[in-house]
């Protein structure tokens, strides 16, 4: 029994994988996941499918996963939004993101930008905060909607800097772009795939990246350590879990698969193009990272007041 016990742990995986995507097809989780899977597929030689199930801000897709039977062929690629943002945003989540699901791996990072409209008249993010603070009632900013990341990493900042701003929300990053363009709002924080192609045209200008090293899709772009504001920290990030009670042997398995293929140049260009960084920490750190992520983001959501029940 012992011996039939160990061929059939070996044999894993026998059948094609499914990954669960929260969000639809083309974001950037979905492209990430996307990633995963073929470089999943190039180190178990089985297929690795990619399942879009979106809606109620990943929770659906999450709950599919957390139902899965936990044997390693349903994996869930969720994002910071999914696996510590919502368990402080919304007051009956249906799931705890560290009682459900086993982590196995962080994948990506993507950095939030501080950005603003062109005629604003700073040019670093320093003369941002003194041009706030020198007229409180005067500045607005945008997010992509109450309670997301982008509203959430800005309540950090003006908590972490002491600013006073209007908090004006949209139904999604491009609305909220799109009046940060026409000067309807003074500034927002987002990411680069929103952010950068406008700050190339002109339209608005990017004045640093809220993480701890200088990102490659914008080399030239300071972080706020470096403009003398400290370390506030707010990064978005992507990562690969799997139902709780999936065997040990099997979340090895799959982060040694992506251990040997994941940190690759093919890899890097996708991530760099979505303004995004190549991550890949053990099934332990990633838990690690998970906890502090969820104590950091109640703070801001804290901050807000948003809540969703």
Same mark, same amino acid.
């Given at each position: 029994?012992?011996?039939?016990?160990?061929? *059939?742990?070996? *044999?894993?995986?026998?059948?094609?994988?499914?990954?669960?995507?929260?969000?639809?097809?083309?974001?950037? /989780? $979905?492209?990430? *996941?996307?990633?995963?899977? !073929?470089?999943?597929?190039?180190?178990? #030689?089985?297929?690795?499918?990619?399942? #879009?199930?979106?809606?109620? *801000?990943?929770?659906?897709? /999450?709950?599919?996963?957390?139902?899965?039977?936990?044997?390693?062929? /349903?994996?869930?690629?969720?994002?910071?939004?999914?696996?510590?943002? #919502?368990?402080?945003?919304?007051? $009956?989540?249906?799931? +705890?993101?560290?009682?459900?699901?086993?982590?196995?791996?962080?994948?990506?990072?993507?950095?939030?930008?501080?950005?603003?409209?062109?005629? %604003?008249?700073?040019?670093?993010?320093?003369?941002?905060?003194?041009?706030?603070?020198?007229?409180?009632? !005067?500045?607005?900013?945008?997010?992509?909607? @109450?309670?997301?990341?982008?509203?959430?990493?800005?309540?950090?900042?003006?908590?972490?800097?002491?600013?006073?701003?209007?908090?004006?929300?949209?139904? &999604?990053?491009?609305?909220?772009? /799109?009046?940060?363009?026409?000067?309807?709002? =003074?500034?927002?924080? +987002? =990411? &680069?795939?929103?952010?950068i192609p406008m700050a190339? !045209?002109?339209?608005?200008?990017?004045?640093?990246?809220? @993480? +701890?090293?200088? %990102?490659?899709?914008?080399?030239?772009?300071? =972080?706020?350590?470096?403009a003398g504001l400290g370390?506030?920290?707010? =990064?978005?990030?992507?990562?690969?879990?799997?139902?709780?009670?999936?065997?040990?042997?099997?979340?090895?398995?799959?982060?040694?698969?992506?251990?040997? #293929?994941?940190?690759?140049?093919?890899?890097?260009?996708?991530?760099?193009?979505?303004?995004?960084?190549?991550?890949?920490?053990?099934?332990?750190?990633?838990?690690?990272?998970?906890?502090?992520?969820?104590? !950091?983001?109640?703070?801001?959501?804290?901050?807000?007041?948003?809540?969703?029940?």
């Amino acid at each position: 029994m012992m011996a039939f016990s160990f061929c *059939a742990q070996a *044999a894993y995986p026998e059948k094609p994988i499914r990954i669960v995507v929260g969000f639809p097809p083309g974001q950037a /989780t $979905d492209i990430i *996941a996307r990633l995963a899977a !073929k470089k999943l597929e190039e180190g178990l #030689n089985q297929p690795v499918i990619v399942e #879009n199930k979106p809606g109620a *801000a990943g929770i659906i897709g /999450t709950m599919d996963v957390v139902r899965a039977k936990p044997d390693g062929y /349903t994996l869930l690629v969720g994002s910071s939004g999914t696996l510590s943002i #919502n368990p402080s945003l919304y007051g $009956d989540l249906a799931y +705890d993101p560290l009682k459900d699901l086993s982590p196995i791996a962080e994948l990506s990072e993507v950095p939030l930008f501080l950005a603003v409209n062109a005629n %604003v008249p700073v040019n670093n993010a320093k003369e941002f905060v003194e041009m706030v603070k020198a007229d409180p009632t !005067k500045y607005n900013y945008g997010s992509a909607g @109450s309670g997301v990341t982008s509203h959430l990493a800005m309540e950090l900042l003006k908590h972490d800097l002491g600013l006073e701003m209007d908090h004006i929300p949209y139904k &999604g990053s491009p609305a909220a772009v /799109t009046d940060l363009v026409g000067g309807r709002v =003074t500034a927002m924080v +987002d =990411t &680069g795939p929103a952010l950068i192609p406008m700050a190339q !045209k002109g339209h608005i200008k990017i004045l640093a990246v809220l @993480s +701890d090293k200088r %990102v490659p899709a914008q080399p030239d772009v300071p =972080t706020l350590k470096e403009a003398g504001l400290g370390d506030v920290l707010a =990064t978005a990030w992507v990562g690969l879990a799997a139902p709780k009670g999936t065997p040990d042997e099997v979340l090895q398995t799959l982060y040694q698969s992506l251990q040997n #293929n994941w940190q690759s140049e093919d890899v890097d260009k996708v991530l760099n193009g979505l303004g995004s960084l190549s991550v890949l920490n053990s099934p332990e750190e990633f838990t690690r990272y998970i906890e502090s992520e969820i104590k !950091k983001w109640k703070v801001a959501v804290e901050l807000s007041g948003a809540k969703v029940n």
